[in-house]
């Protein structure tokens, strides 16, 4: 048996260990489990042979850090993940509690399996399982994790920005995608950007009696409505001037490999989606639309009265959660200056509207001839048994814009996540034989790319 055969069930152990701190980024009173979760990674890198490791203390979560960097002359590869993650809620929709990972079948249940805990595993025990037998790795590696990844990671940009000697390397790895199906090994080659903020709509200077001002009153949440509206169109076409002037639209080659893909439209919609309809951009395939269109969303709205019962107010304020989707040449800061001018140009009389952003994040895309892509795409290919696929993803890992920034390196985004997997929802899970082929491909990466 090989090593990692070997300590399969010490590695899911340690996983769970890893799975019941509720490193929770978004909430305050998560601050403590954070830290510990950041201690516990900490002591995976020591465990793993890594050296120089350190937690990088800073306004923020601390940043975990650590190297082997005994390879002269050859590639150093730089390991980025997270180990915060988003708020379980609604905690009744799960079957086993978020933060007691349960094993049911050949999944493991718990808030952070495949996002990013597990996946962040697997490139530990790859290097692991390198210097446990070998007592070297055949690369340069520098591991940089981070706990804010699931709440905006201004941390980590302002820490990428100010030591790119330090962090210097010759790629980047990021194992936080996933598989386009099971036993179909994936390689995630673009994401999309983010901007995320409120908009913030302002009427009268208290709630106000709609029988005594109703006809009068400017209402914040009608006006919220109509800002929405003049925003994006029925078909899903975003109608922010300028928006879509800088969009690259994917290559006549990469559709045609999309058109291939093992995959069912209604099954999506009936079964993953569970919804009655598919919507969006009419004239855009399904793919363009998820993975190199831009959207604009709406994640809630607050304002008025929502209780039991009746209150018949005219709120003073309303409160919408927004965020704009990004491609390939969109720039974030010029997306929240359109974003503002539009809302401003869309006001109604009587209410002052504002967009504040909260974080932005640069879209990637990255040439699938890269040596390194090729590298990781025949690792993959072998450890699995079937050709390796290229995708993009509707998602956000804006690390990968600050790599390419700062560091001027591609990021290698090695999927071992399942579409199924639930990030971000209820009953989260991940895949155990993937976490374990996962390593394999990892550690075979690195050979691969050490002979260049």
Known sequence: MSYTEDNRSRYVEELKEFLRIPSISTLSEN?????????????????????????????????????????????????????????????????SPPFEPEIRGENIYARGAADDKGLTLILVKAVEALMATRGVLPVNVKFLIEGEEE??????????????????????????????????????????????????????????????YGGAAPNPIMAAAEILTALKDRDGRIRIPGFYDRVRPPAPQELEAWSRLPFDEEKYRSEEMGSSALTGEPEFTLFERLWARPTLEVHGIRGGFTGEGAKTVIPAQALVKLSARLVADQRPEEAVEQIQKA???????????????????????????????????????????????????GGSIPITALFDRHLGIPSVMMGFGLPDDNLHAPNEKLYLPNFYRGIDAVSLYLDIVAQG
């Open 31 to 95: 601050k403590a489990d954070i830290r510990r979760a950041a201690e516990f990674t900490a002591a995976q890198l020591r465990q793993a042979g890594m050296g120089n490791v350190e937690l990088i203390e800073g306004e923020g979560n601390p940043l975990v850090y650590g190297e082997w960097v005994q390879a002269p002359g050859k590639p150093t590869l730089l390991f980025y993940g997270h180990y915060d993650v988003q708020p379980p809620d609604p905690l009744n929709e799960w079957i």
């Open 151 to 212: 709440s905006g990671g201004e941390h980590i940009s302002r820490y990428v920005a100010s030591k790119p000697s330090r962090l210097q390397a010759d790629a980047a790895v990021i194992c936080d995608t996933e598989m386009f199906a099971p036993e179909l090994p994936t390689l995630c080659i673009g994401l999309r950007g983010i901007v995320y903020g409120e908009l913030i709509v302002k009427g009268a200077k208290q709630d106000l009696h709609s029988g005594v």
């Open 343 to 393: 809302v401003a140009a869309a006001c109604p009389l009587g209410v002052t509207a504002e967009f504040r952003p909260f974080h932005c994040g640069g879209p990637s895309l990255i040439n699938p001839d890269n040596p390194f892509i090729r590298a990781a795409a025949d690792a993959m290919t072998e450890v699995f048994g079937k050709p390796t696929v290229y995708v993009r993803s």
